[in-house]
Nanobody, 119 residues
């Protein structure tokens, strides 16, 4: 079993910053990728940013230049620094990890953390 513990959500004013963190624990061989997704009310869940174990990063166009993802592979943690937040960034943010258990890859999600941006 793999657990993803998220932290760092909260309320911020338009233009402010927040830092989200995700820590993976459990029994696994390796983490192939970690990323952040978000789901705004009434909308589908969407990719925000993802980083593979090889260091390749992928950002949604809407957050490029404002959000930065970083991983600490040794600690199995991932952060998302969110700057210049906008009202449209308001959503529940979910951590996702693709982990290797034995020879198979599995996908796990965190429980989500709310990010609220006030205008």
């Amino acid at each position: 079993q793999v657990q993803l513990a998220e932290s760092g959500g909260g309320l911020v004013h338009n233009g402010g910053s927040l830092r989200l963190s995700c820590a993976a624990s459990g029994r696994f061989v390796a983490i192939n990728a970690m990323g952040w997704y978000r789901q705004a009310q009434g909308k589908q869940r969407e990719l925000v940013a993802e980083e593979t174990s090889g260091g390749t990063t992928n950002y949604a166009d809407s957050v490029k230049g404002r959000f930065t993802i970083s991983r600490d592979n040794a600690k199995n943690t991932m952060n998302l620094q969110m700057n210049s937040l906008k009202v449209e960034d308001m959503a529940v943010y979910y951590c996702k990890a693709r982990v290797l258990i034995g020879t198979r890859e599995y996908q796990y999600w965190g429980q989500g953390t709310q990010v609220t941006v006030s205008s």
